[in-house]
């Protein structure tokens, strides 16, 4: 799947591209009549289909795993997102406060955070953007709700997206994080600048023991 750029804004309702919002799937395994089919509209009707789809993409990224396990991660010519990003994840409310959110940043050792807005992603924020957005604000920022600030642009992709393609997408748009996100629209995990260092670091590592 493609990679998606969210522009900057609030954090009210989802901020999800439309491919990423779950779009509804028609039952049709009734035999009694449902709505008419319209022609126009270019949802999905069959949901044993798109089971069997998304089935299928897993099935490939296995059957990759299995022919590529002896070659080194960043030579690989496709390497998809899941196999590096972190599937541990901190989100806030978007109701929260910049005091708390840099808290719960320090708390927990981490670099970054998503923001909900009831049951949707509303965004992603770095602790460094946060900092930098205090430094550029009044002393009482600290108690700015998260639904007051504009919120930075932010990247998603899916699991089966190529790792190296997102690394360049994050580069040319100066976004040091890309959220991770499955079929139904939830969040499954982040890849960040630190997982490629990890990456090269290891394949460097690699090449000095031979």
Not at 83 to 106: D, F, H, K, N, Q
Not at 146 to 161: D, G, N, R, Y
Not at 187 to 208: C, E, K, M, N
């Amino acid at each position: 799947m493609s990679i998606f750029v969210s522009e900057p804004g609030r954090p009210v309702g989802t901020r999800l591209p439309e491919v990423f919002r779950g779009r509804r799937v028609g039952d049709v395994s009734e035999l009694t009549e449902g709505q008419p089919i319209d022609p126009e509209r270019g949802e999905a009707t069959d949901a044993e289909f798109q089971l069997a789809a998304r089935s299928g993409r897993h099935r490939a990224l296995e059957e990759y795993g299995a022919a590529v396990s002896g070659e080194r991660k960043d030579q690989r010519p496709y390497l998809p997102v899941s196999s590096i990003c972190s599937p541990v994840l901190y989100s806030l409310p978007a109701s929260g406060t910049v005091a708390e959110a840099i808290t719960l940043l320090e708390e927990q050792g981490a670099n970054h955070l998503v923001v909900t807005a009831d049951t949707h992603i509303a965004g992603l924020v770095a602790q460094q953007w946060l900092l930098a957005w205090l430094h550029e604000h009044q002393a009482d920022a600290m108690s700015h709700s998260l639904t007051q600030i504009e919120l930075p642009a932010f990247l998603t992709a899916s699991p089966e997206t190529d790792a190296h393609q997102l690394a360049r997408l994050m580069l040319a748009h100066q976004l040091s994080a890309a959220l991770v996100i499955d079929a139904k629209g939830q969040p499954v995990g982040i890849v960040t600048s630190t997982d490629y260092l990890r990456l090269y670091a290891s394949a460097s590592g690699q090449q000095g023991n031979v």
